[in-house]
């Protein structure tokens, strides 16, 4: 049964670091081109990155760029999203998700995407 598991979120103040980690169970993850998505309240899902399958491309939404790094970690199986310098209207709720056979490029479009996790809060606050 293919499964993506959220964890790494947590309160954190502006400015602040966090760590999110996508962990994939039932498949290879590195055959997946891997999405960011975040959903504040009353708002809609928002593709914060993705990265290609295969070691493939990364993007960023302009809101995070610079500030946010998606990686890979193969032996793990699980990708991971460093976000520095946290401003508050970060706060969301954050998800993973994969899809098979876009290739390197990825695609921040949420309906591209067959498998989500479950969602992490992210909270930043003073």
């Known amino acids: 049964q293919l499964q993506l598991v959220e964890s790494g979120g947590g309160l954190v103040q502006p400015g602040g670091s966090l760590r999110l980690s996508c962990a994939a169970s039932?498949?290879?993850?590195?055959?997946?081109?891997i999405g960011w998505f975040r959903q504040a309240p009353g708002k809609e899902r928002e593709g914060v990155s993705c990265?290609?399958?295969?070691?493939?491309?990364?993007n960023y939404a302009d809101s995070v760029k610079g500030r946010f790094t998606i990686s890979r970690d193969n032996a793990k199986n699980t990708v991971y999203l460093q976000m520095n310098s946290l401003k508050p209207e970060a706060t969301a709720v954050y998800y993973c998700?994969?899809?098979?056979?876009?290739?390197?490029?990825?695609?921040?479009?949420?309906?591209?995407?067959?498998?989500w996790g479950q969602g992490t809060q992210v909270t930043v606050s003073s």
């Open positions: 998700a994969a899809v098979c056979g876009l290739g390197p490029a990825g695609t921040r479009s949420s309906s591209a995407y067959d498998y």
């Open positions: 039932g498949f290879t993850l590195d055959y997946y081109a």
């Open positions: 990265i290609g399958s295969s070691g493939g491309r990364t």
